[in-house]
């Protein structure tokens, strides 16, 4: 049975300049033998979201094409403004009887198997929290979010390679950008998130410590030996190929 007040959003419109690649989007790049944007569709159609948004931006023909056979709304961001411009973007699409979305990446949702998501919607849905976030342990985590909590195991920030101290560093569990929000926190909030001094995007992680600061709600689901990689070099592509392979 489809999931009737809980949609998804792909996010699937950045340039991936890295790739090097003028007319395809990273995410139509094939791994596993099907496109990285299909693995996340296929796998919301898994366990039943009705409603899957996916925004579009750099080379969208390329990922529309992909996703010609299935169900799901497009969402355009014209300009490329980061995660959270990209999310605001997909929520002007999404139906009002739509209480919780589930935000997930175009190009590293192959990894991730319908049992946890399932469980990420579950935490969320009974902790009545405002976003509950997926955290993985990784061995290397160089580049990567790290999440910090307090001694209590309370989430209290997710600090950015950039930013992160000594410390911080020695982190080993990362955020992988795959959350449960609750709309009406996105729609009060989206639009509170300042933009980034080095970048000018505006970014989704920042919802964490807004979510903190304002003592909302906020859980995660940790998971342990999964095997995942972020794509947005060619290297990349072939280590998580490499990865998905021995999965």
Not at 186 to 204: A, F, H, Q
Request: aromatic share 6%; hydrophobic share 40%.
């Amino acid at each position: 049975m489809k999931q009737k007040t809980l949609g998804a959003i792909v996010l699937a419109a950045g340039k991936g300049k890295r790739m090097n690649s003028k007319r395809k989007n990273k995410v139509t790049f094939s791994l596993g033998n099907r496109p990285m944007i299909l693995h996340a569709v296929k796998l919301l159609e898994a366990i039943e979201i009705g409603i899957i948004i996916v925004v579009v931006g750099f080379a969208k023909k390329s990922v529309i094409d992909v996703l010609k056979d299935t169900s799901v709304i497009f969402a355009e961001q014209r300009k490329r403004l980061g995660t959270a411009h990209a999310s605001s973007r997909a929520l002007l699409k999404l139906p009002r009887h739509i209480t919780d979305v589930l935000v997930l990446q175009g190009d590293d949702s192959a990894f991730y198997k319908p049992e946890i998501l399932k469980k990420l919607i579950s935490v969320h849905t009974l902790s009545k929290s405002v976003i509950t976030f997926l955290t993985l342990d990784l061995q290397n985590p160089f580049g990567l979010g790290r999440v910090v909590r307090d001694s209590s195991d309370k989430v209290i920030s997710v600090v950015e390679e950039k930013d992160a101290t000594k410390k911080d560093r020695a982190i080993t569990e990362i955020n992988p950008a795959c959350y449960v929000f609750k709309v009406n926190f996105l729609r009060k909030y989206l639009g509170k998130i300042k933009k980034s001094s080095v970048t000018g995007e505006y970014y989704l992680t920042n919802l964490i410590g807004i979510a903190i600061k304002n003592k909302e709600k906020v859980e995660t689901v940790k998971i342990k030996g999964m095997p995942w990689r972020g794509v947005n070099t060619k290297e990349e592509l072939e280590e998580a190929e490499k990865l998905f392979l021995e999965k």
